[in-house]
């Protein structure tokens, strides 16, 4: 993905709003997306994931919807926590190859 | 229960010297995957291991790095001659069938 260094998109919620963050991808070959959640000197943990042959899926309080049409994943976080604070990476996979590409990332910043 | 472990956590090397970082993978899980992460961006991919193979090392950025997993469990990845630019977090990620990733803490080289 695009690099944007150090200056993340950011999106800034209250807390007990829902938050949705999206993740544009690139390969139209692509059959597997996951969501991780990434906090400061962490590794990514992962949050959900959705296969190419589905246009939802639900987890607790997590929403992952895929538009294979213009190659649009979005992320719906319910009644966000200031524990949801974090820096949100998509990424892709294709098929033929078992690497993860990843997007530039989204920072989350919840107000109490 | 135990996930991904990493060591050194992190690492300092003065520009030329070699460096090696460890993984130990979730029990179990047959892959293992080497990504390099810079300040504010996503992880991108350096090399897949399936057991002991290595299936595909497309993103070791040059011929100084090299990984190994001799016996299909902890990996390693050595970094020789470090330049700053190799300066980034380095996470290792296993999974039981190359789909879901599971991260480890990382390690965060710094070479001055």
């Known amino acids: 993905g695009e690099s944007v260094g150090l200056h993340l998109p950011t999106l800034s919620v209250q807390e007990g709003d829902n938050s949705i963050i999206n993740c544009a991808y690139s390969?139209?070959?692509?059959?597997?997306f996951i969501w991780y959640k990434q906090e400061s000197g962490k590794g990514p943990q992962f949050i959900i994931d959705?296969?190419?042959?589905?246009d939802k899926r639900q987890g607790q309080r997590v929403t992952v919807l895929l538009n294979k049409t213009v190659k649009h994943l979005s992320l719906q976080i319910a009644a966000t926590q200031p524990g949801d604070s974090a820096v949100y990476f998509c990424?892709?996979?294709?098929?033929?190859?078992?690497?993860?590409?990843f997007g530039s990332g989204t920072r989350l910043l919840v107000r109490p | 229960g135990a996930g991904v472990s990493q060591s050194p956590r992190y690492k300092v090397a003065k520009r030329g010297q070699d460096v090696a970082l460890r993984c130990d993978p979730i029990?179990?899980?047959?892959?293992l995957f080497w990504y390099q992460q810079a300040l504010g961006q996503g992880p991108e991919f350096l090399t897949y291991?399936?057991?002991?193979?290595?299936?595909?090392k497309s993103g070791l950025p040059s011929d100084r790095f090299f990984a190994e997993r001799p016996e299909g469990s902890v990996s390693t990845l050595k970094i020789q001659r470090t330049q700053q630019e190799d300066s980034a977090v380095y996470l290792c990620?296993?999974?039981?069938?190359?789909?879901?990733?599971?991260f480890g803490p990382g390690t965060r080289l710094t070479v001055l």
């Open positions: 291991f399936q057991n002991e193979a290595q299936l595909d």
């Open positions: 959705i296969r190419s042959n589905m």
């Open positions: 029990s179990g899980h047959v892959s």
């Open positions: 990424a892709e996979r294709m098929d033929s190859s078992y690497k993860l590409i």
């Open positions: 990620a296993s999974s039981p069938s190359g789909s879901r990733q599971f």
């Open positions: 390969n139209s070959a692509s059959d597997y």
